[in-house]
């Protein structure tokens, strides 16, 4: 089946830094990718859609000055958390569309992100 | 716009007891539904899908799901839980007009006792 890997997989990081996570498609190419956050013990939020070559588009009430997202390749997509603060610590997770246009999102294992 | 509901946040079984939880979609057109499942300390994993045809839908671990598209639900059942199938399960749908954008529902924690 389709891989989607993330990096790191957990980032500690001193309040106010920039933190970027890679999500990338390992054996297929996803012109779409998309990014959740989930806060422990609740759902998946849909932060932005990612889309190869083109702008991210952020769902209402995330701030894409805080989350810059750049999705450079087919492959590859990274979300930078800009001047991180405690409140962004959370689970991030990325998934890719396949190009062939299939339904199915295939999900990354996520990152872990605490900001001291 | 798109939404999941689900009904039951928390549910305790007993082993071998038979589970069904469900799960709510709003949206007009033609969706793809999906169940995923979270154990502790792990990444979400799918169970099964749902794109068209049959609308029993048989997953992985001996899960299955049945759409019924004039109730708009989804809803997740296996015959006989095990301790081993506590976790906290998602319902999720997305749609070809929706960009593929996959909403997930709240989540169902389940918890099998031994």
């Known amino acids: 089946g389709a891989v989607v890997s993330q990096h790191p997989s957990r980032v500690i990081c001193k309040s106010g830094t920039s933190v970027k996570i890679e999500c990338r498609s390992l054996?297929?190419?996803?012109?779409?990718m998309f990014w959740y956050r989930q806060f422990p013990k609740k759902s998946l939020m849909l932060m932005a859609t990612s889309n190869e070559g083109s702008k991210a588009t952020y769902e209402q009430g995330v701030e894409k000055d805080k989350f810059l997202i750049n999705h450079a390749s087919l492959t590859l997509s990274t979300l930078t958390v800009t001047s991180a603060h405690p409140e962004d610590s959370s689970f991030y997770i990325c998934s890719a569309r396949d190009q062939g246009g299939y339904n199915e999102q295939f999900f990354g294992p996520g990152t872990r992100l605490t900001v001291l | 716009a798109q939404s999941v509901s689900q009904h039951n946040h928390h549910v305790i079984l007993s082993e071998a007891a038979s589970l069904e939880l469900g799960c709510n979609y709003s949206?007009?057109?033609?969706?793809?539904l999906f169940w995923y499942v979270q154990y502790p300390g792990q990444h979400l994993q799918l169970l099964l899908k749902y794109f068209s045809g049959d609308p029993l839908v048989k997953g992985i671990k001996g899960f299955e799901a049945e759409f019924i598209k004039s109730k708009f639900s989804f809803n997740l059942r296996k015959p006989s839980v095990q301790w081993s199938d506590t976790a906290e399960y998602f319902c999720a749908v997305n749609a070809r007009t929706g960009g593929f954008k996959t909403i997930f529902g709240a989540g169902t924690r389940l918890f099998v006792k031994a």
């Open positions: 949206y007009g057109g033609t969706v793809n």
């Open positions: 054996d297929f190419q996803a012109t779409t």
